[in-house]
């Protein structure tokens, strides 16, 4: 299985952006998939993630902000983010862990820079 983010790019404070993560296979059983974020200097942070029983988590710093949320019928999980803010400049990573098998996937990575 392998995933592709898309959406990333250059915005402004106050501003939106909606990224998208869509697998190479449709995805069967239980499995989260989520969106992570690394800033320059930074370790990777989990900035929210949902089941696929529709169950969703988010990280303090966006909460009210942005929201997650999936297609499984495409097998793609989305990332609305509104409000930008410069400290959401990073490299987003989206991720899919499936119970069976535990298996741990990552995406590419996907460039959100937004200018103050």
């Known amino acids: 299985v392998q995933l592709q983010a898309s959406g990333g790019g250059l915005v402004q404070a106050g501003g939106s952006l909606r990224l998208a993560c869509t697998t190479s296979?449709?995805?069967?059983?239980?499995?989260?998939m989520g969106w992570h974020r690394q800033a320059p200097g930074k370790q990777r942070e989990m900035v929210a993630v949902?089941?696929?029983?529709?169950?969703?988590t988010y990280a303090d710093a966006v909460k009210g902000r942005f929201t997650i949320s999936r297609d499984n019928t495409k097998s793609t999980v989305y990332l609305q983010m509104n409000s930008l803010k410069p400290d959401d400049t990073a490299v987003y990573y989206c991720?899919?862990?499936?119970?069976?098998?535990?298996?741990?996937?990552w995406g590419q990575g996907t460039l959100v820079t937004v200018s103050s």
């Open positions: 296979e449709r995805i069967v059983g239980i499995n989260v």
């Open positions: 991720n899919i862990f499936m119970a069976v098998g535990r298996r741990d996937l």
């Open positions: 949902i089941s696929s029983s529709g169950d969703t």
